[in-house]
């Protein structure tokens, strides 16, 4: 059994490598971020507080890994409340226990989000950070908006790319960092493809 773990900041390219190195070893993947997510959206469809620790541990605790979906729960408002209820350790307490479950399947499996390398996952046989400068950061996210028919300014962008940096990197329970013993990978000038056979270069060195 294998467990890669990658973190890094929003909008580094992380999902898109975690999926393709899943896909490339034959591993299951689960995008962290989603069940942070999931928690945010059963709250606001609910109409429930964001600032209630108790309620939104026991909706944690109720997230059913099998049925997350990226394009349900892409919207930005549901990311800014995800950012707003990690950092409550007990709502922590309650995803990690299933993103650990989750990590023991066979053959292997990839965890991508903020703290799999020094929280969920720390004795991952690899672990990789995935970084880029928050201008190309928000340049991507910016490029995204406008690409799926959406509007945006590119000031507003990187501000919220700033914020949510802030916060995840600025909490006390499970900061955004790497990992002693993590790989960096920085993609600010590099596209998908360069970055993905930069990440099996290390992960073969690693699992041989
Ligand atoms: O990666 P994504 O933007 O979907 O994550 C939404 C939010 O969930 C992040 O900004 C972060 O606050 C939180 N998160 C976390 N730990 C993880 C994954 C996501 O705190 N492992």
Redesign the pocket.
């Known amino acids: 059994m294998t467990t890669i773990a990658i ?1 890094g900041p ?1 909008a580094a390219g992380k ?1 898109t490598l975690s999926r393709q190195i899943a896909d490339a070893y034959g591993f299951h993947h689960l ?7 999931a928690v945010a959206k059963a709250l606001l469809d609910a109409a429930l507080p964001l600032d209630d620790e108790t309620i939104a541990t026991k909706v944690a605790g109720e997230i059913d890994l099998s049925g997350l979906d990226r394009s349900v ?1 892409a919207a930005h408002a549901i ?1 800014e409340a ?2 707003k209820i ?1 950092v409550m350790p007990d709502v ?1 307490r309650a995803l990690v226990e299933a ?1 650990r479950a989750f990590s023991r399947k066979t053959p292997g499996t990839v965890l991508d ?4 390398g020094t929280v ?1 996952c720390p004795d991952a046989e690899v672990k990789l950070y995935v970084t880029a400068s928050p201008e190309v950061r928000a340049g991507r996210r910016h490029q995204e908006i406008i690409a799926n028919g959406g509007k945006a300014d590119f000031a507003t962008v990187l501000a919220d790319i700033a914020r ?1 940096d802030a ?2 990197m600025g909490r006390a329970d ?1 900061p ?1 960092r790497p990992a002693e013993d993590a790989h960096l990978i920085d993609t600010s000038t590099m596209g998908i493809e360069a970055a993905f056979q930069a990440a099996r270069a290390i992960i073969d060195a690693a699992l041989k």
């Open positions: 973190d929003a999902g995008d962290t971020g989603l069940t942070y997510r729960l990311g995800a950012s990690a922590r993103q989000g903020r703290d799999i969920v949510r916060r995840d499970s955004l």
